[in-house]
């Protein structure tokens, strides 16, 4: 999988002062004829793609220190299993980079009901097969069934959003190293120890600094991950959040030398559509702070869904999903922002353990605010039914009512009530969930309406709080 898409989502969203714009405009690799564009929708939709390429955008082979660098195997592969669209209000006040899992199963033009991330290469061996039959040199072949891939997946991303992508960026691994490393490593935060063998990963729990190569393991472990792919999505999110501070960072934007390197990785990594005008773009995004960058991952019906041959997807309903991310241009619409404006001190989460008991009869509930609790940092108790008397308002519980803690999770999930409840350890909150709860993790940004699903139906799984580039240090993670 490939996720050094982030390296040039923090470039270009970020609003960057480019030292030398004109020259990276004109050295940057270009792809045209992508159908983009048209629709006035509020927002410029950029769609992000990583791919598993082991040469650099203008196809030039990476050298061996650089393969080993990536640690991504030799199996070669037209896998584009990072795919984020970045939507961008056309004033340029903020931007949010959504996150599209690699297994959620989609209309694919030409192809039917696919994975969305196999829209790209199956497309693109299909046609190139094609065209080689029909006598077109190998290498003609390769750029026009290049092109058809591309066209593939973003017509298959604009069905399943409902926008119409503005501009494409596709990179490859190496950029994401070679990013990290121009600006000295990016801090992160793991709740566990890790050693995954497959991706790479070997990490102490607590806050560390990973280096470029480091850095691409962290964020492509998938296995050995309570929710798999998912949970690599929020190691992905909360890396960019950390790498958006930096890039922002005065010791970036004042260093020539850094400015140099992140010019080079973009140079070396990063394919854009033809039409797009960078400076142009850049300049509207100049005022843009880290606060205003969000992460989030569009909703999902079933995480763990197969299909009738026995295939492992990401099951999806489109109708939610576009619901969703025409949300996302209203700030009052985003999960994060219920808390914005409320009086949340400021804590470290991963202090505060917290309890979530379910008193709703929505199945899945608890386990769902749970998630979005974790993915901001607060460490997690216990879940289960509500075992006290029955409750009408959700409502926080705490040893201290007036705790900083108590308050925070308390605005974290929209402002519920705090009762106090000395029985509780002074580091513990416990969340009880009535039925009329409707913040992070309850699924109301994706359906019109919450229901206690029938037996045997599949749990939502809902976005939960988005991740900003405004924190002052790393969110602790899976």
């Not at 410029?44 to 195997?73: Q, Y």
């Not at 399943?160 to 990290?180: C, N, R």
């Not at 102490?204 to 998912?230: E, M, N, T, W």
């Not at 922002?337 to 979530?356: C, F, L, M, Q």
Request: negative net charge; contains cysteine; aromatic residues 4%.
């Amino acid at each position: 999988m490939a996720v050094a898409v982030l390296s040039v989502l923090v470039l270009l969203v970020t609003g960057f002062a480019w030292r030398s714009v004109d020259s990276l405009r004109s050295n940057i690799a270009t792809a045209g004829g992508l159908g983009l564009g048209g629709a006035a929708d509020g927002a410029v939709d950029i769609l992000m793609v990583g791919t598993d390429s082991r040469t650099d955008a203008h196809g030039n082979a990476l050298s061996p220190e650089e393969l080993a660098s990536l640690n991504a195997g030799e199996e070669v592969a037209s896998n584009t299993d990072t795919i984020v669209l970045i939507r961008v209000p056309n004033d340029g006040s903020s931007a949010t980079a959504i996150s599209i899992p690699r297994d959620s199963y989609v209309e694919v033009p030409g192809i039917g009901m696919s994975k969305i991330n196999a829209a790209y290469g199956a497309t693109k061996e299909t046609k190139r097969l094609e065209l080689v039959e029909q006598g077109v040199s190998d290498a003609d072949a390769e750029v026009q069934a290049t092109e058809a891939g591309r066209e593939a997946l973003i017509d298959s991303v604009a069905n399943l959003t409902g926008i119409t992508v503005d501009h494409y960026a596709e990179v490859g691994l190496l950029g994401f190293v070679l990013l990290t490393d121009a600006v000295g490593g990016v801090e992160v935060c793991l709740n566990n120890p890790v050693d995954e063998p497959l991706s790479g990963a070997n990490f102490p729990a607590g806050v560390q600094k990973l280096s470029g190569s480091q850095a691409l393991s962290f964020v492509r472990q998938r296995h050995d991950l309570p929710r798999g792919d998912l949970d690599r999505i929020v190691r992905q999110q909360v890396f960019m959040a950390s790498l958006v501070r930096n890039v922002l960072s005065a010791k970036t934007l004042s260093n020539p030398g850094k400015l140099a390197q992140l010019s080079t990785a973009v140079q070396r990594s990063v394919t854009l559509d033809s039409d797009w005008d960078i400076l142009q773009f850049a300049t509207r995004l100049q005022d843009l702070a880290g606060g205003k960058v969000k992460f989030e991952t569009i909703p999902a019906v079933d995480i763990n869904a197969t299909t009738d041959y026995g295939e492992s997807i990401v099951q999806v309903d489109p109708a939610a999903v576009k619901k969703y991310v025409e949300g996302l241009l209203d700030d009052g619409n985003s999960a994060q922002n219920n808390s914005e404006g409320s009086d949340a001190p400021e804590i470290d989460p991963s202090t505060v353990t917290v309890d979530v008991a379910n008193d709703s009869g929505i199945d899945g509930l608890a386990n769902g605010v749970a998630g979005a609790l974790t993915q901001l940092g607060y460490v997690g108790g216990t879940i289960g039914n509500y075992e006290g008397t029955s409750i009408s308002a959700s409502r926080i519980q705490a040893a201290d009512a007036d705790s900083d803690a108590a308050r925070a999770v308390s605005a974290a999930l929209g402002g519920l009530q705090i009762v106090t409840d000395s029985s509780l350890p002074a580091d513990t909150v416990q969340v009880v969930l009535a039925d009329d709860y409707a913040g992070p993790g309850s699924g109301q940004a994706a359906t019109a309406e919450t229901v206690a699903p029938e037996a045997g139906t599949a749990v939502p799984e809902t976005p939960a709080a988005p991740i900003d580039a405004g924190s002052t240090g790393p969110m602790c993670v899976n």
